[in-house]
């Protein structure tokens, strides 16, 4: 069973748009809330991370929405570059017990 | 900076037979762990070591065992190996004394089982 739901499966998105990922969690005790961007035969790599006493943060183009209440964070990536094509995993985590969704696969056209 | 090594990066072994393996974790990282990815899939949580003792155990089969050491490399010992045992095996470290949950992966060793 996936603790955390991840949605969508793919995303296809022009250069220069904004891709949009969503996630959403069950367990309250969940404290850590990273992303990862894999690229194929790759570790995944951390991107950016929240933690639920803050509702977004941003690092360039890539900003998390967290909504603590809905339990449910966002990664958005603004003006999405064709080397921003890669799976997304989201994850969260309490100590070090993480649990990943399923991923996003991202294809940014050029 | 220095990242998470993995060796071997391939490996390619027969069903019944063992594998081993390494993980040399980012320095100053005293907590290991070990992910399985199937193709397609997200990582799954195998286990963790704290300062060379075990501190949490995922889905991961009796087959399989793993120990970290004094110099906090860990390695995974694979028995019996199976088909579906082919995967990508990630090891990632962190340090507890930083960012709680903050783990950085390696690259990864490919695991293939004929």
């Known amino acids: 069973q996936q603790q955390v739901k991840q949605s969508p499966q793919s995303l296809i998105v022009q250069k220069g748009g904004i891709s949009i990922i969503n996630c959403a969690y069950e367990?309250?005790?969940?404290?850590?809330f990273p992303w990862y961007q894999q690229f194929p035969g790759k570790g995944p790599a951390l991107l950016i991370a929240i933690r639920p006493d803050v509702s977004e943060k941003k690092e360039g183009r890539f900003t998390i929405s967290f909504n603590k209440s809905a339990k449910q964070f966002s990664l958005h990536i603004m003006d999405s570059q064709p080397g921003d094509s890669a799976t997304y995993f989201c994850a969260a985590s309490k100590y070090n017990d993480m649990r990943f969704g399923a991923g996003t696969r991202l294809t940014v056209k050029p | 900076a220095a990242g998470v090594i993995q060796s071997p990066r391939h490996l390619i072994k027969e069903k019944r037979e063992t594998a081993t393996l390494k993980c040399y974790p980012i320095p100053r990282h005293d907590t290991v762990y070990w992910y399985q990815q199937g193709p397609g899939q997200d990582p799954q949580f195998l286990i963790s070591?704290?300062?060379?003792?075990?501190?949490d155990k995922g889905s991961i089969p009796d087959r399989f065992s793993a120990q970290q050491f004094s110099d906090y490399h860990s390695e995974l010992n694979m028995s019996s190996l199976e088909l579906g045992d082919s995967a990508l095996y990630f090891c990632?470290?962190?340090?507890?004394?930083?960012?709680?949950?903050?783990?950085?992966f390696g690259p990864g060793t490919r695991l293939t089982v004929t």
């Open positions: 990632a470290s962190s340090a507890r004394d930083r960012v709680v949950g903050e783990q950085y």
């Open positions: 070591f704290y300062e060379k003792m075990q501190s």
């Open positions: 367990n309250t005790a969940f404290d850590y």
